[in-house]
């Protein structure tokens, strides 16, 4: 009788916490939010003299607003989007996977998976601790640069990020 009452106490846990779990409620950044960041971000590039493209993606990588200044490499539209994906995927800095994937054995094949650029430039764009998408940029000489962009870019946006 005993392990009939456990089951049906298991049971019971188990179906209101995936009930509670049924339907979500997540952030997202508006257009209007996307296009803010990759065009700051384009103008800090541009501040230093680098023609880059920024790319902003949502939460699931799907691309939200892409900005490429005159003068910016074909190849940065690519490598850009890459960056932003790769970092909203594992919702960290490219630099930081790049680093892991460098110094740790068992992540030295995070490069491998399709869609994943391991270079820096990808940062994450965050409400509190929440990942709400990311942006990544490409064609500073040297992804730390590109990187340093997205950092001032978000900080403008900071206030909007709440």
Do not use: F, W
């Not at 990942?131 to 730390?144: K, L, S």
């Amino acid at each position: 009788m005993q392990t009939k009452t456990i089951a049906l106490l298991a049971t019971t846990v188990i179906a209101c916490a995936a009930n509670a779990q049924a339907v979500r409620t997540e952030k997202n950044m508006s257009l209007e939010l996307a296009s803010q960041i990759a065009t700051r971000s384009v103008a800090a590039c541009a501040a230093n003299g680098y023609a880059v493209t920024a790319t902003v993606v949502d939460r699931a990588g799907q691309v939200r607003a892409q900005l490429r200044a005159d003068n910016a490499g074909p190849h940065t539209l690519e490598a850009s989007r890459l960056k932003a994906y790769t970092s909203a995927s594992a919702k960290n800095s490219t630099s930081a996977i790049m680093e892991g994937s460098q110094k740790n054995p068992g992540a030295v094949n995070l490069g491998q998976i399709p869609g994943y650029l391991l270079l820096g430039g990808g940062l994450p764009i965050k409400v509190g601790n929440e990942v709400i998408g990311a942006v990544g940029i490409g064609g500073a000489p040297g992804g730390h640069l590109d990187e340093q962009c997205a950092k001032a870019a978000l900080d403008q946006v900071q206030e909007l990020l709440k």
